[in-house]
Nanobody, 123 residues
Framework: QLHIVESGGGLVQPGGSLRLSCAAS????????IGWFRQAPGKEREKISC????????NYVDSVKGRFTISLDNAKKTVYLQMNSLKPEDTGVYYC????????????????WGQGTQVTVSS
């Protein structure tokens, strides 16, 4: 059975850190575009950060540049999103999505979506 699973969400105070994980099950992440998306309450889902497993290129939405870092551990078939200096506006459900595509950074027609992990930034 092929699927991906996110983990690592939780409640954190402003200025704190969390590391989210996106683990692939039943397949490797070779030649994939992997993206983290966020859906805040009452808002549409937005793309936060992406990475290409074929080349390692990354990108970030402006609001998280300098605070979030995406990385890939091919051996563990896992993508991480390190989130530092968290702000209340980072609150939302974070989803991971993947698409098999060579040299593409962000998935545009994701084949698999995770179930999401809640991140709440509040004092």
């Amino acid at each position: 059975q092929l699927h991906i699973v996110e983990s690592g969400g939780g409640l954190v105070q402003p200025g704190g850190s969390l590391r989210l994980s996106c683990a692939a099950s039943g397949f490797t992440l070779d030649y994939y575009a992997i993206g983290w998306f966020r859906q805040a309450p009452g808002k549409e889902r937005e793309k936060i950060s992406c990475i290409s497993s074929s080349g390692g290129r990354t990108n970030y939405v402006d609001s998280v540049k300098g605070r979030f870092t995406i990385s890939l551990d091919n051996a563990k078939k896992t993508v991480y999103l390190q989130m530092n200096s968290l702000k209340p506006e980072d609150t939302g459900v974070y989803y991971c999505a993947v698409q098999k595509a060579i040299l593409v950074v962000c998935p545009y027609e994701a084949e698999y979506w995770g179930q999401g992990t809640q991140v709440t930034v509040s004092s």
